[in-house]
């Protein structure tokens, strides 16, 4: 029973253009039809492997978040649809780049980072900062704020001496 069983509920649905159409409403939600003529209003899309990549084996559920499939790849879809699923991995998936950090103070167990971003200056609040730091490889790494914010830095050795001074505690 228990082989039967696990190849049962581990079998994958891989969604490829011949058996899946994707669009976009005009409220900005992805909706999904299946070639068994099964519809979906709204489906939401997750990086299986979100650091490594991005563009492929992507999770495909519905709104109580049963998968429904794995797009193996993006580029298998025409370039409309490939650019629609694209655009909403990466207002999913947004995160300021780190370019400097200016300031690190501990105040209460939390740790407040002033930093300098490629969209602007910000001021982010770290519950648990060794925590909340996620190194990626050996030159990356993610940072989550308190309020789930996603912040990364792309290169840990290009950072200035001065930053790499603050973060390197934590790393």
Known sequence: M?????SLNAELKYLTPENTRFEITKNGFITAKFDRDEKFERVHLSR?????????????TDNEGNEKGIIKALDDFDAETADVLKKELERKYFSAKIIKIISVEEKFGNSVWMVETSNGHRVMTLK???KSIIRIGDDRALIVD??????EITSLSSLDKNSFRKIELYL
Do not use: K, W
Request: proline share 4%; charged share 25%.
């Open 2 to 6: 228990g082989t039967d069983f696990l």
């Open 48 to 60: 299986v492997f979100p650091h490594d990549l991005t563009d492929a084996y992507i999770s495909v």
């Open 128 to 130: 648990d900062t060794f």
């Open 146 to 151: 308190e309020d789930a914010n996603r912040y």
